[in-house]
């Protein structure tokens, strides 16, 4: 059954530090979101990208955070000066259509120091 | 916005057991609801879900009814094992939008 794969699985990175989560999706899936989740609390939406466009973002995606489709296979998170709060499980998620079921990935455990 | 509340936070049942999870949601334009399982290490998986247009969906041990007049969903697990244990998240597709409410998870423990 096709999945959709993260990579890494694990980062730890310095206060400051850029980091980039990579993810696969499902090979004809067309619409892609980032979502994370903070130790113990819910997972959060953050970003949603179709045709090469964000769709919707929350709160959260500000100004420190970009995604993009850099060769049309994988799906970027960049976070640009990363910090203490940014230590999260980052979860891509995929789907073929719009408002059709979310499929997850493993998830990237990002810890800022 | 959409707003979803989950209990219990966490649920120890005997295997063979039944297991029941509630959730909420605000927002009664909201049509979509989707069950993850967690386990360790890993994403959330797709269990079942149901769309606003029917009460009740089942598959096998797993069923999951929705009740639109009182804005509550709930998934039920018959007959659990041991491999049931993991973490569940009931989620709410804001109405609008094609993002996820999430729930607050509840840890299933099923005792052998």
């Known amino acids: 059954e096709p999945e959709v794969t993260q990579t890494p699985s694990h980062q730890v990175t310095q206060m400051g530090q850029e980091v980039i989560l990579r993810c696969v999706p499902i090979?004809?899936?067309?619409?892609f979101y980032w979502y994370r989740q903070i130790l113990g609390q819910k997972v959060e939406f953050l970003v949603s990208?179709?045709?090469?466009?964000?769709s919707e973002k929350s709160e959260i995606f500000d100004d420190q955070f970009s995604v993009e489709r850099p060769d049309g296979s994988n799906f970027t998170l960049k976070i640009r000066s990363t910090k203490l709060e940014d230590s999260a499980m980052y979860f891509c998620?995929?789907?073929w259509g719009a408002g059709e079921t979310q499929y997850f990935g493993p998830g990237t455990r990002l810890l800022v120091l | 916005g959409e707003n979803v509340e989950q209990h219990p936070s966490t649920l120890s049942v005997q295997e063979g057991d039944s297991a029941v999870i509630k959730c909420t949601y605000s927002?009664?334009?909201?049509?979509?609801f989707p069950w993850y399982k967690q386990e360790l290490g890993k994403g959330p998986q797709l269990i079942i879900d149901?769309?606003?247009?029917?009460g009740e969906k089942k598959d096998q041990r797993i069923a999951v009814t929705l009740n639109k007049t009182a804005k509550h969903f709930s998934l039920h697990i018959t007959e659990t094992q041991p491999e049931d244990s993991a973490v569940y998240f009931c989620?709410?597709?804001?109405?609008?939008?094609?993002?996820?409410?999430f729930g607050t998870g509840t840890r299933l423990k099923v005792l052998a």
């Open positions: 989620a709410a597709q804001a109405p609008g939008t094609y993002k996820y409410i």
């Open positions: 927002d009664s334009a909201s049509n979509y």
């Open positions: 149901i769309r606003s247009n029917v």
């Open positions: 090979s004809n899936h067309l619409y």
């Open positions: 990208f179709y045709n090469n466009e964000i």
């Open positions: 998620a995929t789907t």
